[in-house]
Structures are given as structure tokens and as C-alpha cells.
């Protein structure tokens, strides 16, 4: 099983030359609820994680592996050589909320500056580009969330 799914993420970038990969729910694969608690860790699947990526790296050195991991982990995007998983980069919870709490304030006067500066400063194992940014996604709207321009919208002025 272990080799099916690492031959199907090599697939996708020596057959079809996709430019990367993204790994959805990275939470998931890493533990059994999600929780990220460590009380249910998964090691085979960490190392398999670990396997996946030292392999592109080895022989697709310029493609990139993005984890969906909203914890906020240095060690999703540390190299595999110092224990991390191995992503180029990850989605990054810690832009997307102060960003969205700043576009959708009906005043300049209501707008935490220190949040932006952090959520423009953040970074994960020393590299800015370790991230994924964004304002909204699928995820986002899914769970509750308005569109950002309907949240601009619907807020009075």
C-alpha cells in the first residue's frame, strides 16, 4: 500500500508534469482523529509523509508539495534531514483570519494594524515562502463564511 501511494504522487509529476502536489487534510494522515493531540499519531504515516517528499525532492527538485495542515507546525515544512515532514509549504491559518477580520471592519479606526503586521511577518521554519496565503477558500465559505465581498457587503457603514 505504501508504494501504490507514493508511485501515484510520483505519477502525477513524471506522467501528467504537474508543476506539484497538494495534500489535503494533512491532519488526518498524520493522526487518527485530526486532533493533533498526540494521543492517536500515526508513525507509518509520518514516515511515509517523510518517504513522498524526500523522493520529489530528490528527483523533482523544482516541484513543490503543499500541505492543507491548519495547525501551525514548523516541522510540516522542516526538511525531512532534521525530522520534519518535507513540504515546500503550507496553508497558513495565521494570514487568512486577521486578513479577513481587517477587509470585513467597517472602519480604518477599527482595524488591529499589529494583527496585519503579524500575519504579514509570519512564517514557518524561517522561510517566508514556507506559506500558502489567502483570503477565502471553499474551506472558509463551508464552514459558515461568507464570500469576502459579501461580508464587505452586508456589513453597514
Known amino acids: 500500500m505504501r508504494d501504490y501511494i507514493k508511485d501515484n ?72 534531514e532534521q525530522g520534519g515532514c518535507g513540504f515546500t509549504s503550507q496553508w497558513d491559518a495565521e494570514f487568512v483570519h486577521p486578513i479577513r477580520a481587517a477587509l470585513t471592519q467597517p472602519t480604518a479606526e477599527d482595524i488591529d494594524l499589529d494583527k496585519i503586521v503579524g500575519a504579514l511577518l509570519h512564517s514557518y521554519s524561517g522561510n517566508i515562502y514556507s506559506r500558502v496565503i489567502y483570503t477565502e477558500s471553499h474551506d472558509e465559505v463551508a464552514n459558515g463564511q461568507a464570500r469576502i465581498v459579501e461580508e464587505i457587503a452586508l456589513k453597514p457603514r
Open 9 to 80: 504522487a510520483l505519477m502525477w509529476l513524471r506522467e501528467f508534469k504537474a508543476d506539484g502536489l497538494r495534500v489535503d487534510m494533512l491532519p488526518f494522515m498524520r493522526c487518527i482523529s485530526g486532533a493533533d493531540n498526540g494521543q492517536d499519531d500515526i508513525p507509518e504515516a509520518y514516515e511515509l509523509i517523510q518517504d513522498i517528499n524526500s523522493t520529489i525532492k530528490q528527483h523533482f527538485p523544482n516541484k513543490v508539495c503543499i500541505a492543507e495542515d491548519l495547525h501551525k507546525h514548523n516541522f510540516i515544512t522542516d526538511p525531512v
